[in-house]
């Protein structure tokens, strides 16, 4: 018997049955003890979750995975609702355009085996997160940018569109008569749709796509595209991803801290609690603005936490497709 093994069944005799995961992670592999986890809970597969409250996304990936699409294609089709969703005035088409009347977009995606694909201020294409799984698969590169992107987009048969529409050419006309820059907390002005899926074989992907902030900068790219800030997973351990301020999700590299945390043993809800966190006792302007994580282990459980009240986030679990109110850290 080999020495892992035989440790294995002796810890095991050892303790009866309190198999405890610190157990198991002395003598497993990762992957084996995630299957270890897996067996050991009663979540089933398929699971999607995202952002705030895009029903008709999140029932769109659970039922493509319920087919048995695998996850990252479930991912892109779930958040390409929103992409193509004109009301949806922070995603896709019908995105608020930076200061100067553009519409930029920004999408990830990341693959089950650590893959990943961006696309950043990128003008006239709808799905970006598509485009993204195209830069994972087609170039040598992870991530393409402005004219670039574009260019890469056409010739991989994307259509090209004028993303401004006439709602949202009106309402940037009325914010040019006062044009002061503030995001509002939780108001339609960052309502990022970053969404992670496990398949029927357990396996995890995720994609994140927004027009980013309001009236930002032009060239101002935020978090959502960036991997690690706006959406992070290891196979292995689960993943999370974000919405909200994106230059302060930058500086904690909030996805990959989620990420990193649930490997060192902390729940989803914990890890995402520890990443809000760190950004409000740094940034004393934490009042000012919302961040809104929401993570998933590899065994499917789920957390989430922001920092105002009123984010909430969709969670397909069990074939039901459910809003949930996440719980918030500034509750003075
Ligand atoms: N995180 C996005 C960005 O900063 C916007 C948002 O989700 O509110 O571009």
């Known amino acids: 018997m080999k020495r892992r093994r035989f440790i294995k069944r002796a810890s095991l005799a050892g303790f009866g049955l309190a198999v405890s995961s610190t157990v198991v992670s002395c003598v497993d592999s990762p ?7 897996m067996s050991m809970t009663k979540n089933p597969f398929p699971k999607a979750i995202c952002t705030w409250g ?7 990936a659970g039922d493509a995975l319920s087919k048995g699409v695998k996850a990252l294609d479930a991912a892109i089709a779930g958040v390409a609702v929103e992409e193509e969703n004109i009301k949806n005035t922070t995603v896709g088409k019908g995105g608020t355009p930076d200061r100067e009347g553009n519409v930029t977009l920004d999408a ?6 650590g893959d990943c694909g961006a696309v950043v201020c990128v003008e006239g294409f709808t799905n970006v997160a598509a485009l993204a799984k195209k830069v994972m698969k087609d170039t040598p590169h992870v991530m393409l940018a402005g004219k670039g992107a574009e260019e890469f987009a056409l010739a991989q048969g994307f259509k090209k569109e004028e993303l401004l529409t006439e709602d949202s050419k009106k309402a940037w006309q009325e914010w040019l008569k006062f044009p002061e820059y503030k995001p509002l907390i939780n108001i339609e002005n960052h309502d990022t749709i970053g969404m992670l899926c496990i398949d029927n074989d357990g396996d995890i992907a995720g ?5 980013g902030l309001s009236y930002k900068m032009k060239g101002r790219i935020g978090d959502s595209a960036v991997i690690g800030a706006g959406l992070f997973l290891d196979n292995d351990i689960g993943g ?6 994106g230059e302060e999700i930058l500086k904690t590299v909030g996805s990959f801290l989620i990420v990193e945390l649930m490997r060192n043993g ?8 520890e990443a809000i966190r760190r950004i409000v006792t740094k940034n004393k302007g934490y009042k000012e603005f919302q961040i809104a994580y929401i993570a998933i282990n590899k065994a499917g ?6 920092i105002h009240e009123g984010f909430t986030y969709m969670k397909y679990e069990d074939g039901k497709n459910e ?3 996440s719980d918030y850290f500034n509750k003075v």
């Open 240 to 245: 999370a991803v974000a919405t909200g301020m």
């Open 207 to 211: 994609a994140c796509t927004t027009s």
């Open 31 to 37: 992957s084996e003890k995630n299957k270890n986890m």
């Open 54 to 60: 895009f029903v008709n996304a999140n029932a769109k």
């Open 266 to 273: 902390m729940s989803p809800q914990a890890a995402c609690e």
């Open 323 to 325: 809003n949930v109110p």
């Open 301 to 306: 459980d789920i957390g989430a936490y922001c």
């Open 108 to 113: 990830c995606v990341m693959d089950t085996n």
